[in-house]
């Protein structure tokens, strides 16, 4: 079973408005979540890499401000897409490792669609 | 240069073809190396680790050169099931993403009948 829970698997929104993305570690605890992104035919790309208690850390080009992420406790991260837009619309993707960084578990990924 | 590249693909192979990808890597500083499975609009999945000793699953062999920063997989005796895309996937202890999996863009197999 699934290591790695996300939720919602797809969502559709109006352009303007927010979404928020959850990750859940179900068996561990994750000390460590990253979010990526996924355009059609692309490869996955790193968003930002969110640690436990702390802020995240956001890869050049990704404005912080539009994407927040929270990781309050060591099994729960959320990504707020705020004032979406159309060209938000993408597969968002978290994954989780423990402490040591040896295994990385992927939730089963979001798709967001802003119309 | 891209971080992580693959050949283009898309593969088109018949059943119980075997088929082979590449996949170089560009920062040294690399530490771990894997082989991802994504399937249509799905998660990628964890297929195999990648050693420098070469290591072999099944129908499933992966082989390192540190030197040439080359990753390779070959998939013998092709199933229907293998149909997927396959990503090269490089972490490297580097920089300000401690742990982060860097993605090739992946490479398209189909297997046919």
């Known amino acids: 079973g699934a290591v790695v829970s996300q939720h919602p698997s797809r969502v559709i929104c109006k352009s303007g408005t927010s979404v928020k993305i959850e990750c859940r570690s179900l068996d561990f605890q994750a000390t460590t979540m990253f979010w990526y992104r996924q355009f059609p035919k692309q490869s996955l790309m790193l968003m930002a890499t969110?640690?436990?208690?702390?802020?995240?850390?956001?890869e050049q080009g990704v404005e912080k401000d539009k994407f927040l992420i929270n990781h309050a406790s060591l099994t729960l991260s959320t990504l707020t897409v705020t004032s979406a837009h159309p060209e938000d619309s993408s597969f968002y993707i978290c994954?989780?490792?423990?402490?040591?960084?040896?295994?990385?578990?992927f939730g089963e990924g979001s798709w967001l669609t802003v119309v | 240069r891209k971080e992580v590249e693959q050949d283009p693909g898309p593969f088109n192979v018949p059943e119980g073809a075997t088929v082979a990808f590449n996949c170089t890597y560009s920062?040294?500083?690399?530490?771990?190396f894997f082989w991802y499975r994504q399937d249509c609009r799905k998660e990628p999945k964890l297929l195999m680790s990648v050693y420098s000793s070469g290591n072999e699953d099944g129908r499933f062999t992966a082989q390192l050169n540190r030197a040439s920063q080359y990753i390779s997989l070959l998939i013998r005796d092709s199933k229907l099931s293998d149909s997927a895309t396959y990503l090269c996937?490089?972490?490297?202890?580097?920089?300000?993403?401690?742990?982060?999996?860097?993605f090739g863009k992946g490479t398209k197999l189909s297997v046919k009948p």
């Open positions: 969110s640690n436990e208690g702390s802020k995240a850390t956001y």
């Open positions: 994954s989780a490792s423990e402490g040591s960084l040896n295994t990385i578990y």
């Open positions: 920062n040294s500083a690399s530490q771990s």
């Open positions: 996937v490089v972490r490297g202890n580097y920089g300000g993403s401690q742990g982060n999996l860097i």
